[in-house]
């Protein structure tokens, strides 16, 4: 059975660090582009950063640049989010998912599927 599992949320303080895994099983995730996504109360989801399939492709949305990196560890079937400057604006349930085009569709989640069930990230003083 496909799925992925999403795990690491927590409560930080602004300025912290988290870091976010996907772990993919019942597939291997090397054939695949993952992406991370987010939605915040009240919000629509938004995408958050995403790694092609042959990791030369990684995209970021503006906010999170310089702050959150994409990795993948291919012999552990995981892609990671390292977010650190954490912002009470990244907090949000985060979602993985997978396409197997090796495009990240302008992280509009467009053609992305086999959805976690989310961790949640809570960014408060």
């Known amino acids: 059975q496909v799925q992925l599992v999403e795990s690491g949320g927590d409560l930080v303080q602004p300025g912290g660090s988290l870091r976010l895994s996907c772990a993919g099983s019942g597939f291997n995730q090397s054939y695949w582009t993952i992406g991370w996504f987010r939605q915040a109360p009240g919000k629509e989801r938004e995408g958050v950063s995403c790694?092609?399939?042959?990791?030369?492709?990684?995209e970021y949305r503006e906010s999170v640049k310089g702050r959150f990196t994409i990795s993948r560890d291919r012999p552990k079937n995981t892609v990671y989010l390292q977010m650190n400057s954490l912002k009470p604006e990244d907090t949000g349930v985060y979602y993985c998912?997978?396409?197997?085009?090796?495009?990240?569709?302008?992280?509009?989640?467009?053609?992305?599927?086999?959805w976690g069930q989310g961790t949640q990230v809570t960014i408060s003083s």
């Open positions: 790694v092609g399939k042959s990791d030369g492709t990684k």
């Open positions: 998912a997978r396409r197997f085009e090796d495009i990240c569709a302008g992280l509009t989640g467009a053609g992305f599927g086999s």
